[in-house]
């Protein structure tokens, strides 16, 4: 007779695993491993051998196929994470000798500049170089005021700081307030995609007025430095500031629109211009934590559509996520990569059980997948935005369902207004007009609900026990899911 202990033996040793579960348990690891490694702060792990042991460990745990593998998944996970945090550990502890030193740094600007709520510009540097040192990593700089220099500043320029080091904060190793800027160096030919940009939001300004403008081409273009500091305020307190960051639901738009026209010829031909016009938004709007999110699971998407294969939200959203915490281990502590995670969470795995729970097994409406979509993203986006603002309107769900529906038309009217300015002034002025119309009714939601002070939630920022609203949503989330886990352990 078969005693337990050999029942737990056959089933930890010898029970067949699909690959897909040492995939996803390697993603978990590296997920895990990005709370971890930082707190551990190690550099021993920068050595490529390292990497290559990480390689090793998940091809191995995939041939063997059984379910003590798991464990070498969640170890190249954690030296996956270790390997790639290295260099910011050395970059930090380089930095953290400097700290309240004057230095003179140079850079390369990776996003576009933002301005902050009393005027200043914020700046993102990378790969900089200190005297003679040269350092990977991220630094942010703040520069006071805006001058003739200042206003040229764009992404990609190498710009060239003289400073006083200070204490990083999140994705940045190090800070610098108010610095002396020495040089601009605009490289040659440049981003081109920037310039073309540039160039598609000044016919847009001149159709449309700011700060409707603004507010059109931050929707479009993805260009968040130029939206009003009164509308991003507003659209923060009710919890809309997604919808004017190049992501998801951008390349979602743009994708739709590419197989409605290319599929009628072939799928080959929908698939391969809707890479393509991803790749120039891409250019053109930068590659964000939020960007990198949305066009990994596009890209995954449209490989698995043109190929009829299907996956689980849950796992889709584990595996990209583990995929940009390759690429930055610390976006963990970004804001708009957790926003992102958050509003797609909500969308594709909350909204199914919302659906189910007020419909059944029908099918909702237009008006009813909007609201209980924005329901679901509010849900999933409300902790964090307490935990970074401290601020959230409890209705602006309200606010989600009476503007979220009109966002493609005005992304739509935009790029009509700025297309035909081109060749068509009448037909530009036009698509303004309705553009115009539409951007308004957006901007009056948004303050009115805004302005309701009796709806705002105020507590302090940086109070970590928001994160427990997500108790019952994990609860919930466990026990839809409860199926799944029973076939992982069979």
Not at 47 to 70: E, P, Y
Not at 284 to 292: P, W
Request: proline residues 3%; glycine residues 8%; hydrophobic residues 50%.
């Amino acid at each position: 007779m078969e005693t337990s202990s050999q029942r737990i033996f056959d089933f930890v040793f010898w029970q067949k695993l699909h690959p897909s579960w040492v995939l996803i348990i390697f993603a978990v690891g590296i997920i895990g491993s990005c709370i971890v490694v930082p707190i551990l702060h190690i550099q021993f792990f920068s050595s490529c051998l390292w990497l290559f042991l990480a390689i090793a460990l998940l091809v191995l745990a995939i041939i063997i196929g059984r379910k003590w593998v798991l464990i070498l998944a969640l170890t190249a996970g954690f030296l996956t994470v270790s390997f790639r945090a290295a260099p910011d550990f050395i970059a930090q502890d380089y930095l953290s000798r400097l700290i309240g030193q004057t230095v003179t740094i140079t850079g390369k600007i990776t996003k576009d500049p933002s301005m902050s709520e009393d005027g200043r510009i914020n700046l993102d540097l990378v790969d900089f170089k200190i005297e003679h040192d040269e350092i990977a990593g991220h630094i942010f700089v703040q520069i006071s005021g805006v001058s003739d220099t200042s206003a040229e500043i764009q992404r990609s320029d190498i710009i060239t700081l003289h400073g006083k080091v200070s204490e990083g904060f999140g994705i940045y190793c190090a800070a610098i307030y108010r610095p002396e800027i020495i040089e601009v160096a605009h490289p040659e030919p440049g981003d081109i995609f920037l310039k073309f940009r540039n160039d598609f939001a000044t016919k847009i300004k001149n159709y449309i007025p700011m700060p409707e403008a603004g507010l059109g081409i931050g929707y479009l273009l993805g260009q968040k430095s130029g939206v009003d500091q009164g509308i991003q305020d507003a659209l923060r307190t009710v919890g809309l500031t997604h919808i004017i960051v190049a992501s998801g639901a951008h390349l979602g738009t743009l994708v739709g629109f590419s197989r409605k026209i290319f599929g009628k010829l072939s799928r080959f031909a929908s698939l391969l211009m809707a890479f393509l016009m991803m790749l120039m938004f891409l250019g053109i709007t930068g590659l964000s934590a939020s960007m990198l999110r949305a066009s990994i699971i596009t890209g995954s998407s449209l490989i698995l559509w043109y190929c009829g294969r299907k996956i689980h939200p849950l796992r889709l959203i584990i595996l990209v996520a583990a995929v940009t915490l390759i690429c930055n281990p610390f976006y963990l502590s970004d804001m708009s990569w957790l926003l992102s995670f958050a509003s797609f969470t909500g969308i594709m795995v909350i909204t199914p059980v919302l659906i189910k729970y007020f419909y059944g097994k029908k099918k909702p409406g237009i008006l009813g997948n909007n609201l209980l979509s924005s329901i679901a993203a509010t849900i999933m986006c409300t902790p964090i935005l307490l935990y970074f603002f401290g601020q959230v309107s409890i209705i602006g769900v309200l606010a989600n369902v009476l503007i979220l529906p009109t966002i493609s038309f005005v992304m739509s009217l935009v790029f009509l207004t700025g297309l035909f300015a081109y060749f068509l002034p009448f037909g530009a002025m036009v698509f303004g007009k309705l553009a115009l119309v539409l951007l308004d009714y957006q901007i009056s939601v948004a303050n009115f609900f805004a302005e309701n002070k009796a709806f705002l939630v105020n507590i302090d920022a940086e109070n970590l026990w928001v994160f427990c609203l997500y108790i019952p949503i994990v609860l919930l989330l466990l026990r839809k899911f409860k199926k799944v886990s029973r076939l992982c352990l069979q």
